[in-house]
């Protein structure tokens, strides 16, 4: 078994390796992050205007619509949550539709640090992960003990995964040093005893980035510390996931495994609200990433009145008639 | 009773019109003005024709806000989309075309066949304009040959949101030729129309109203120039004005807008006529680009050439 | 790993309705020609057949051009820019209405994917008509009047030929500003694409366009030579080879009918070492492999700067595993079929020497359907400036590449072609961009984008791409007079 620390070490050797420097300062970093190719934003929208136009029928709609399911991290990310409210979420993910016993259920739930607990009760042995976000989520304005404190907490309370939030203050000034310094830092902390680590989302809150190049080194940046996951938003901000984005994002994880020989997640997350949205999103993870992200392990949508769209269609595919919002349940 | 007492007593009476409400268009809606006043409106021969909305200085102010709310939308969408957009409001004034000329012979004491002459020319009007949309860049912009490795090109742009006296006088026509102009480049813009001949402009704006014209690029207040157009000439978020409609408006002074505007610099399209006189121009004269250039600015932009 | 197979989402036919046979559309009518010689139209994706086509013989193509000198004498020439304007108003409009069957029949007829036809072809060629519409009442705008202050006339009865790449499009490129200009035509489209062309003179009637105004002549290279000849036609308009080109330019020599021309092309396309790799690579997809590469100004060769050659080939094999090739009626098809037996054949031969060359022949994975005009999408690499893949045009999904080491470089190889339609730039850097457009010699720089078209923006070739411009404010000036003629 390998001691805490070494998983920092490791990421902070391999960024050297990369970066091919003897230190990771932030000199080295600024120089590799802007030495990437850039983006045009007009071709970038362009390729995913186009990819939207794909026609997902029939078979390859049920298809999608399932596979949607499976990759939803259902979230309740509100300061008025109580238990009752996570209880209810948890039910809901349990048995998306009393009706269809068929229905896929989501992959996880995502709720604030202090809700895991109540989360993990209710979800019992059902396989459905808990998601929690930390790192004083959705500022992430705190001071570096407290987003370590928060992270702690979560990972003590059982949480299989940890969505972290980048400090944006911090890499829109070029301090990209502070940004992985703080990544790898809360990596080690979702270390568990047991080698059952949780797993690192990284949310760089795409909205506040604001470019399609930012959006570009940000992703490199939080896979060269070590994330296993990069997350586009905290669904708090406008705007939050846009396909453009999303595909900036899976254009850099394909890139990745390519070169260092890992693979990294993609979750969009905030403003995901229909089928056919989701359906958008999956021709890219098909057509720009392929298909080993095809997968609930590898993609997630950060959602949560997606879940009853989807519901919704997957009920008119299987009676022929349109559906309503009587015939879904609330969460 | 004879049959004939007994036909004449059963013919039935003449159907009661349902009569139209006049009221101001603000922000792409229909309200009354805030201060709930209203004002009787008469055809040339004194006769009630309705009760208008009269514009107050506040709704004036709501209208300028409306108007700056919808100019980065409307200025930001394409040329193509915007002639579009003013093709579609031809086609719906063409569907009204009798019930503006009734308003129009109305308004302006006008025969039946000089009426269709004016609503005529003011849709058809409206089309010119229309089609200099995706024109104008071409005949107004270029690039400019300096004496240097330099890519360097002059474009026009809109100036921002426009305030227009429309003409007192002709009602559509005039109007038309007030209001297309201003917004063919992507401009905003918030209008007094005729103080005593306000009523086609109501038809006009439910006629914009129906056109995919998004809410709040041209907005319409009816009322007297007298009151509003002095806190138009002098409001500070508006970039523009056009005098045209100061000519016959009582109490109006033009020369004291002007000065009003001179505080941001307004840009000001002064009214016709020679010196202090104000004269409502000859609308059927063919337009040339004066009234379109008069709210637009000129970026020039320089990039070095080189390797 | 699960793989999103996407089922089959194909377009109905049903939306178009298409006649076992058509006439010829001259006076504002569909006429018999005077002789009975007949063709059929065929679905280059299917082999079926969608239509028998009237030959036109030189007698019709004659009654044709006094319709429209009559059209031109009595009404069109002599009526107001707003009225002109209003009728293409009219036809934008229709033809907005009906897009949907325009595209269905474009693609059937043609063979190019219907996402093509739905996305670009229809709304383009409709917005076409839309901007000349706004033309006709201000040609004194243009910058074309002549000296003494009047505005610019109409030509009078122009004879235009186009080709099957684009039928409707290059329809509209061809009939709008004609119109717009006050001028009567005479259009030939070409004989493996009639069909949109057909129902655009469905389009004229329903305008209530006056007779003669527009009239359609369908056939194959006799007819275009008749109505090329003709001493009645004032003015030659013509898309298509430049070897045909040519023989127009020789045909009117000596007499005062004027031509614009519009013909091949061999662009490069220009990947520096900074472009933004990823839009990048699409941009040479698009300029390639967009309408399966029958476009004259495709970018045809791919001039990639040396050290970046290795990953942008690589990016590009890995992003054309992803084209689907297939029934050009299915919406998730983005390359279509070859669009006539002749043109396959010459794509065929094209490559085999290109083999032959010593170049190196790459193709993605792609079942192509059995019956049908079909040619995958194609990579040469290894090509020289010398070989003939490098300097003939292809006209079909073959991209050649080719690499460079500086901007002068690449410059010099992009302009060593007797042809000069179009190039595309790839770089992250402004004043470089700036720089090579100047050098190029191209009538159209695309910079980190590709194939865009506009109704605002000229188009035309520089050298033995043709002279002439269509489109915009300069395209104005093809069609009408200052009076002295020239």
């Known amino acids: ?331 | 009773m004879s049959p004939t007492a007994t036909r004449k007593a059963a013919a039935p009476a003449p159907r009661l019109d349902v009569r139209k409400t006049y009221k101001l268009y603000i922000g792409g809606a229909f309200p009354r003005s805030e201060s709930g006043r209203s004002y009787v409106v008469s055809d040339t021969k004194g006769r009630f024709l309705a009760n208008a909305s009269q514009a107050s200085r506040k709704d004036a102010r709501d209208a300028v806000v409306a108007a700056r709310a919808a100019f980065p939308g409307w200025a930001g969408a394409t040329a193509y989309n915007r002639g579009q957009v003013l093709y579609r409001v031809a086609e719906v004034m063409e569907g009204r075309f009798d019930q503006f000329v009734d308003e129009v012979s109305a308004a302006e004491g006008l025969t039946a066949a000089r009426a269709r002459a004016t609503v005529a020319a003011a849709i058809d009007r409206w089309v010119w304009y229309a089609g200099w949309t995706d024109k104008l860049a071409q005949v107004l912009g270029g690039l400019n040959p300096v004496a240097g490795p330099y890519f360097d090109i002059s474009a026009p742009e809109p100036t921002g949101v426009v305030a227009a006296l429309a003409p007192q006088s002709s009602s559509l026509l005039g109007l038309v030729s007030v209001v297309a102009p201003i917004v063919v480049s992507g401009n905003t813009c918030v209008v007094v129309t005729s103080g005593a001949r306000p009523l086609p402009a109501v038809t006009l704006s439910e006629a914009l109203a129906t056109s995919d014209v998004p809410g709040g690029v041209i907005n319409l207040l009816t009322g007297q120039a007298a009151e509003i157009a002095p806190w138009l000439a002098s409001h500070r978020d508006v970039n523009a004005i056009d005098l045209t409609g100061a000519a016959g408006a009582d109490g109006v002074v033009w020369g004291d807008l002007e000065v009003a505007a001179a505080d941001n610099v307004k840009r000001v399209l002064r009214p016709g006529g020679n010196g202090a006189t104000a004269v409502e121009p000859d609308w059927t004269i063919t337009p040339d680009l004066r009234r379109v250039r008069a709210f637009l600015e000129t970026k020039t932009v320089w990039h070095p050439k080189g390797r | 790993m699960p793989r999103f197979e996407y089922a089959p989402a194909p377009e109905s036919r049903s939306v178009v309705d298409i006649r076992s046979s058509y006439g010829l559309f001259i006076g504002g009518e569909f006429v018999e020609s005077s002789g009975d010689a007949s063709f059929k139209t065929i679905s280059p994706a299917t082999e079926e057949v969608l239509a028998d086509i009237t030959e036109a013989t030189a007698d019709d193509v004659d009654r044709a051009v006094r319709s429209a000198r009559q059209a031109y004498r009595g009404v069109w020439g002599r009526m107001s820019g707003a009225d002109r304007g209003k009728y293409l108003f009219r036809i934008a409009r229709i033809m907005q209405e009906r897009a949907r069957e325009f595209a269905v029949l474009e693609t059937l007829d043609n063979g190019k994917p219907i996402k093509e036809s739905r996305d670009v072809d229809i709304p383009l060629a409709a917005a076409h008509f839309f901007y000349h519409a706004g033309w006709a009442d201000k040609l004194e705008y243009a910058g074309l009047a002549p000296a003494g202050g009047r505005p610019p006339r109409p030509i009078g009865v122009v004879g235009q030929v186009i080709p099957w790449n684009f039928p409707l499009l290059m329809l509209s490129w061809k009939i709008a500003p004609a119109l717009a200009c006050g001028n009567t035509v005479v259009l030939k489209p070409a004989e493996t694409t009639p069909l949109t062309a057909l129902l655009f003179a469905e389009v004229c009637q329903q305008a209530d366009l006056p007779p003669g105004v527009v009239n359609i002549v369908t056939g194959a290279g006799d007819t275009g030579r008749a109505l090329v000849e003709h001493p009645g036609v004032d003015k030659i308009a013509f898309t298509g080879s430049t070897e045909v080109g040519k023989a127009i330019a020789r045909t009117i020599a000596g007499t005062r009918v004027r031509a614009t021309l519009e013909l091949g092309g061999k662009a490069a396309n220009i990947v520096f070492d900074d472009a933004p790799v990823d839009q990048a690579v699409e941009g040479i997809v698009n300029g390639i492999f967009f309408n399966q590469g029958h476009v004259c100004c495709a970018g045809s060769r791919l001039l990639v700067q040396e050290p970046v050659h290795d990953e942008v080939i690589r990016k590009l094999k890995r992003r054309l595993t992803t084209i689907r090739v297939g029934d050009p009626l299915d919406k998730n098809t983005d390359l279509g079929a070859i669009n006539s037996a002749a043109q396959l054949d010459r794509i065929r031969e094209l490559s085999g020497i290109a083999e032959a060359e010593g170049a190196v022949r790459w193709s993605p994975p792609c079942e192509l359907p059995s019956r049908g005009f079909w040619f995958p999408p194609t990579v040469f690499t290894g090509v020289a400036q010398t070989h003939r893949i490098a300097q003939e045009e292809v006209f079909g999904p073959v991209l050649s590449v080719l690499t460079f080491r500086t901007p002068q470089e690449a410059v010099a190889k992009a302009n060593n072609t007797p042809y000069g339609l179009s190039a595309g730039v790839w770089t992250d850097k402004g004043s470089r961009i700036l720089w090579m457009a100047d050098q190029l010699r191209a009538g159209v720089v695309w910079a980190n984008t590709f194939n865009k078209f506009d109704p605002t923006s000229p188009f035309g070739g520089f050298k033995e791409s043709g002279y002439g411009r269509e489109g915009g404010r300069h395209g104005l000036e093809g069609y009408v007079t200052t009076g002295d003629d020239q």
């Not at chain 1, 362009?46 to 259902?74: Q, Y």
């Not at chain 1, 709720?111 to 979800?123: F, I, N, Q, S």
């Not at chain 1, 907490?153 to 990209?176: K, N, Q, S, T």
């Not at chain 1, 890219?284 to 997606?306: C, H, Q, T, Y």
């Open chain 1, 1 to 331: 078994m390998t001691t805490l620390a070494s998983v920092g070490e490791r990421t902070t050797e391999r960024a050297r390796d990369i970066l091919g420097v003897g230190r990771v300062t932030n000199r080295a970093l600024t120089t590799w992050l802007h030495g990437l190719p850039g983006v045009d934003q007009v071709g970038c929208e362009a390729r995913a205007a186009g990819l939207g136009t794909r026609s997902i029928k029939t078979t390859a709609k049920a298809w999608g619509i399932d596979m949607a399911i499976s990759m939803i991290d259902l979230t309740t990310l509100e300061g008025a949550d109580t238990p009752g409210k996570v209880r209810s979420l948890c039910a809901k993910a349990r048995v998306p539709d009393p009706t269809d016993a068929s229905t896929p259920r989501p992959a996880a739930i995502c709720v604030y640090g202090d809700m895991v607990a109540t989360a993990r009760e209710a979800l019992g042995d059902s396989g459905i992960h808990v998601a929690a976000v930390a790192t004083a989520f959705p500022s992430g304005r705190a001071s570096m003990p407290v987003k370590l404190a928060d992270t702690a907490d979560a990972v003590a309370a059982g949480a299989d995964e940890i969505d972290m939030v980048i400090d944006r203050g911090a890499f829109l000034a070029g301090d990209y040093l502070t940004v992985f310094e703080e990544i790898v830092a809360i990596k080690e902390a979702c270390r568990r005893p047991d080698g059952h680590d949780a797993h690192l989302k990284v949310i760089m809150e795409t909205g506040e980035l604001v470019t399609y190049d930012n959006v570009r080194r940000a992703s490199y940046l939080s896979m060269l510390a070590g994330g296993d996951f990069i997350k586009t938003s905290t669904g708090k901000v406008q705007p939050a996931a846009t396909l453009p984005v999303t595909l900036i994002m899976l254009e850099a994880v394909r890139d990745w495994q390519e070169s260092a020989g890992v693979q990294v997640g993609v979750k969009p997350a905030g403003g995901i609200k229909t089928s056919k949205d989701a359906l958008k999103y999956l021709v890219m993870v098909s057509e720009i990433a392929g298909d080993d992200w095809m997968d609930p392990d590898w993609f997630r949508f950060g959602a949560s009145s997606l879940l009853n769209d989807l519901l919704l269609q997957r009920q008119k595919l299987r009676t022929g008639a349109y559906s309503g919002p009587d015939y879904v349940t609330l969460d």
